[in-house]
């Protein structure tokens, strides 16, 4: 069964996952949220690690609810606080303590702590992977946020139904400091994988990583799907079925903030509003992760709007991760 291949498996990006195995999660997702009560002794006896080297609100509470709503534990473990965040201890010697403790670890790091190296963070997760025998789960890096990504997949597919031929904006926006771009990069990665229809907008600058961008076009050419990239607001919210914003940080200015922040007060402007909401079609989607700037990175009337989704969205981390959770411990 496919339950029993993927027990023990590492989730560190949705591309190291088999399209399969990406359903079977959303699968389950939508049976536990139709019956929550069904599952409610799936992890009885089991428990997770949670470390936290950066703040948290929907990772923390969708994971730590949902091992309890499973009948498991969770431990939150802030990591300025564990002898790893003080850099006194290896993550072997780390992760393989906590294997002998727990039947999962799930780990979130970004660089607001580790130092602006791109791709930094996502090393520590894998050294965990490595050293840990049990699975690791990535609550988001520099690189990836996976378990968004399944969340904002299946507000897709409950909100649109088939996505064939369904057209997908994922717009850079406005933030007056630089973010990670692990959200965009997974965002775009299940969007492709989806056979969705994509358009990537972004101010010249503000271009994906290339690597991320060569696995969307493979992913284009084995699942249906286009993947079109351009820097008219105008142009990519025209006839749009999915609206997806997110700020993040220019690759190209990558840790080096003062500089960034007088490159990007020139894209000021790039905010999603009512007029350009106008623009996509009538049963048009909104979409963010969450936390937003409201009336900087969209306006009030935007996230409030009749298009938005973004509780529904973030609702919906609770049921992934559940299954997630279910089928890899």
Request: proline fraction near 3%.
């Amino acid at each position: 069964m496919l339950k029993g291949n993927l027990r023990g498996k590492d989730f560190i990006t949705t591309q190291e996952w088999d399209y399969d195995e990406l359903e079977s999660v959303l699968d389950l997702a939508s049976e536990i949220k139709k019956e929550p009560g069904k599952f409610s002794s799936e992890l009885q006896g089991k428990s997770l690690i949670m470390l936290f080297f950066n703040p948290s609100t929907r990772t923390r509470l969708s994971f730590e609810i949902g091992m309890t709503q499973l009948g498991g534990h969770s431990v939150h473990m802030d990591a300025e606080k564990a002898w790893i965040g003080k850099g006194s201890e290896s993550i072997k010697d780390t992760a393989s303590v906590m294997a002998k403790y727990a039947d999962g670890i799930s780990i979130r790091i970004f660089p607001n702590i580790t130092d602006w190296q791109y791709g930094k963070s996502n090393e520590v997760v894998r050294e965990f992977a490595k050293w840990a025998e049990i699975p690791v789960i990535n609550m988001e890096c520099d690189m990836f946020h996976p378990c968004q990504a399944l969340a904002d997949i299946l507000t897709i597919k409950e909100k649109k139904g088939n996505l064939s031929g369904k057209k997908f904006v994922l717009s850079w926006v406005y933030h007056p400091r630089p973010l990670p771009v692990s959200v965009p990069n997974s965002a775009l990665l299940i969007a492709t994988r989806f056979g969705l229809d994509v358009t990537l907008l972004h101010p010249k600058g503000f271009e994906l990583d290339e690597q991320i961008m060569e696995w969307a076009r493979s992913n284009c050419e084995s699942n249906g799907g286009s993947l079109e990239v351009t820097q008219s607001m105008d142009e990519a919210y025209r006839d749009a079925d999915v609206v997806y914003v997110k700020a993040w940080g220019s690759l190209k200015h990558y840790g080096k903030f003062e500089e960034e922040k007088k490159f990007r007060v020139d894209f000021r402007d790039w905010i999603c509003n009512e007029e350009l909401m106008e623009l996509t079609n009538k049963d048009s989607i909104f979409m963010h992760c969450l936390p937003i700037r409201r009336n900087v990175e969209a306006t009030d009337g935007v996230v409030d709007g009749a298009h938005s989704v973004v509780y529904d969205e973030a609702e919906n981390r609770l049921h992934v991760q559940k299954a997630v959770l279910s089928l890899i411990m």
